[in-house]
């Protein structure tokens, strides 16, 4: 009952966060961890408990979405779900600890671009013109990484569309959460039938990231960008410390 009450905790607050800015992760994965699951079961897992509680948030701003960089959505999604199936396949032939020693880096990575991305963008956009092909290509690797890991994915599809596209986080919440349950679901059906879930575990995670998530999506719309950023910061150079410290110290 305790690690279903853990399992169902984090998963509402995963599936929050997802609708707000991204980085479920950072609170699914450390608590499937916790209740003795190696890292990438754990990871898959998470992508599973988090799919719903996406297509939750997705569903609620779908009003808002609209084309990226002159991209119709529709376009993106068939990109992010080709990456998807790529990453989610790479991550299974992965070995259990060579995954534990790359969590940090990737969980470095999502803060370092969220922490920096807006001003990289005012820097970038001063100085080049960032073409449909760019953004496509970026969504590819996005899609790639969402399958492998997932943790961050949100965030840095959030800094990567206003890199190259130059749109504001709060405008991106729609586009941006559905491609979060694309690639959930394209490493969601290979997780599944690799075996790769831990169903105990997922279930209650899944059951609150559901409410998480539309929770997220209706706080959403109402919170200023700064908040969503700087609590999205705080909750990743946390979770980043802790799984460096997991996997080095």
Same mark, same amino acid.
């Given at each position: 009952?305790?690690g279903?009450?853990?399992?169902?905790?984090?998963?509402?607050?995963?599936?929050a966060?997802?609708?707000?800015?991204?980085?479920?992760?950072?609170?699914?994965?450390?608590?499937?961890?916790?209740?003795?699951?190696?890292?990438?079961?754990?990871?898959?897992?998470?992508?599973?408990?988090?799919?719903?509680?996406?297509?939750?948030?997705?569903?609620?701003?779908?009003?808002?979405?609209?084309?990226?960089?002159?991209?119709?959505?529709?376009?993106?999604?068939?990109?992010?779900?080709?990456?998807?199936?790529?990453?989610?396949?790479?991550?299974?032939?992965?070995?259990?600890?060579t995954?534990?020693?790359?969590?940090?880096?990737?969980?470095?990575?999502?803060?370092?671009?969220?922490?920096?991305?807006?001003?990289?963008?005012?820097?970038?956009?001063?100085?080049?013109?960032?073409?449909?092909?760019?953004?496509?290509?970026?969504?590819?690797?996005?899609?790639?990484?969402?399958?492998?890991?997932?943790?961050?994915?949100g965030?840095m599809?959030?800094?990567?569309?206003?890199? *190259?596209? %130059? +749109?504001?986080?709060?405008? !991106?919440? &729609?586009?941006?959460?559905?491609?979060?349950?694309? #690639?959930?679901? =394209? /490493?969601?059906?290979?997780?599944?039938?690799?075996?790769?879930?831990?169903?105990?575990a997922?279930?209650?995670?899944?059951?609150?990231?559901?409410?998480?998530?539309? *929770?997220? %999506? +209706?706080?959403?719309?109402? !919170?200023? &960008?700064?908040?969503?950023?700087?609590?999205?910061? #705080?909750?990743? =150079? /946390?979770?980043?410390?802790?799984?460096?410290?997991?996997?080095?110290?």
């Open positions: 009952m305790t279903a009450l853990l399992a169902a905790g984090a998963g509402a607050v995963g599936g966060m997802n609708a707000l800015a991204g980085g479920g992760t950072f609170a699914t994965l450390p608590a499937l961890i916790a209740l003795g699951l190696p890292a990438n079961l754990a990871n898959a897992t998470s992508n599973v408990a988090l799919l719903p509680g996406a297509a939750t948030s997705a569903w609620a701003f779908r009003d808002e979405l609209g084309p990226i960089g002159g991209v119709r959505a529709r376009t993106l999604g068939g990109i992010t779900f080709a990456g998807g199936l790529a990453g989610s396949l790479l991550l299974i032939l992965t070995p259990t600890r995954f534990d020693l790359l969590i940090p880096w990737l969980l470095l990575l999502a803060f370092v671009v969220i922490a920096f991305g807006k001003r990289a963008a005012a820097w970038l956009h001063g100085r080049v013109t960032i073409g449909a092909r760019t953004l496509m290509t970026a969504q590819a690797l996005l899609g790639i990484y969402g399958g492998y890991f997932g943790g961050g994915v965030l599809t959030t800094a990567t569309y206003g890199l *190259l596209a %130059a +749109v504001p986080p709060r405008e !991106l919440f &729609a586009v941006r959460t559905l491609m979060l349950a694309i #690639a959930n679901l =394209a /490493a969601a059906l290979l997780f599944v039938g690799f075996g790769w879930v831990r169903w105990s997922c279930l209650p995670m899944l059951g609150g990231a559901i409410l998480g998530g539309w *929770l997220g %999506a +209706v706080v959403g719309k109402r !919170l200023p &960008a700064s908040a969503v950023r700087w609590w999205t910061l #705080a909750v990743t =150079a /946390a979770t980043t410390i802790v799984f460096f410290v997991r996997a080095y110290w």
